[in-house]
T-cell receptor, first 114, second 114 residues
Framework: KQEVTQIPAALSVPEGENLVLNCSFT??????LQWFRQDPGKGLTSLLL?????REQTSGRLNASLDKSSGRSTLYIAASQPGDSATYLC?????????????FGTGTQLKVEL | DGGITQSPKYLFRKEGQNVTLSCEQN?????MYWYRQDPGQGLRLIYY???????QKGDIAEGYSVSREKKESFPLTVTSAQKNPTAFYLC?????????????FGSGTRLTVV
């Protein structure tokens, strides 16, 4: 059974700091990995999607890397801003004989302080 | 703009009542999903549908029912058999029937039992 872990569960940083969020998964036979952002009481917003054949994806100040063999992904946020405060979730896709399964981590709650 | 619309945003259910949560998408996506989110837990899959008139149980389907009569719509009914329905419910879609290519989420419905 695929398990996805995100450490730390919560993180507080001063504005302007570069930071890294971690995601690890137990089954390395993934198809893709997706990073999401969730604001309190809201739905999930997709940030980056990395296919298993890719090593990284970038969007603006965000960079996500994937190391399938070690079962790890990181989300790098450059020059953090208070507006980046949210919960960040990673999810991995495993191909199965039936419906393919997306497994979520429990998230890292980020607070960027002025 | 294309997206997923969930309604209502807040829903209150009395003991023994069935309630239906709406999910509509105009993305022309094939696959649709319902997830449940509880504090401190990852998202858990309730039901999913890969094509019209077909749907499959997810990990926690007991006490829930769905239909997929139109490609755009995937309503979720929370029945009286669901013993602990208070949660945040999220609907998602993916462009391919197999769920590849990433997921798009709606803004969620918060259901409370009163």
């Amino acid at each position: 059974k695929q398990e996805v872990t995100q450490i730390p569960a919560a993180l507080s940083v001063p504005e302007g700091e570069n930071l890294v969020l971690n995601c690890s998964f137990t089954d390395s036979a993934i198809y893709n990995l997706q990073w999401f952002r969730q604001d309190p009481g809201k739905g999930l917003t997709s940030l980056l999607l990395i296919q298993s054949s890719q090593r990284e994806q970038t969007s603006g100040r965000l960079n996500a890397s994937l190391d399938k063999s070690s079962g790890r992904s990181t989300l790098y946020i450059a020059a953090s801003q208070p507006g980046d405060s949210a919960t960040y979730l990673c999810a991995v896709m495993i191909l199965t004989g039936g419906g393919n399964k997306l497994t979520f981590g429990t998230g890292t709650q980020l607070k960027v302080e002025l | 703009d294309g997206g997923i619309t969930q309604s209502p945003k807040y829903l209150f259910r009395k003991e023994g009542q069935n309630v239906t949560l709406s999910c509509e998408q105009n993305l022309n996506h094939d696959a649709m999903y319902w997830y449940r989110q509880d504090p401190g837990q990852g998202l858990r899959l309730i039901y999913y549908s890969q094509i019209v008139n077909d749907f499959q149980k997810g990990d926690i389907a007991e006490g829930y029912s769905v239909s997929r009569e139109k490609k755009e719509s995937f309503p979720l009914t929370v029945t009286s058999a669901q013993k602990n329905p208070t949660a945040f419910y999220l609907c998602a879609s993916s462009i391919t029937p197999q769920g590849l290519g990433g997921y798009t989420f709606g803004s969620g419905t918060r259901l409370t039992v009163v």
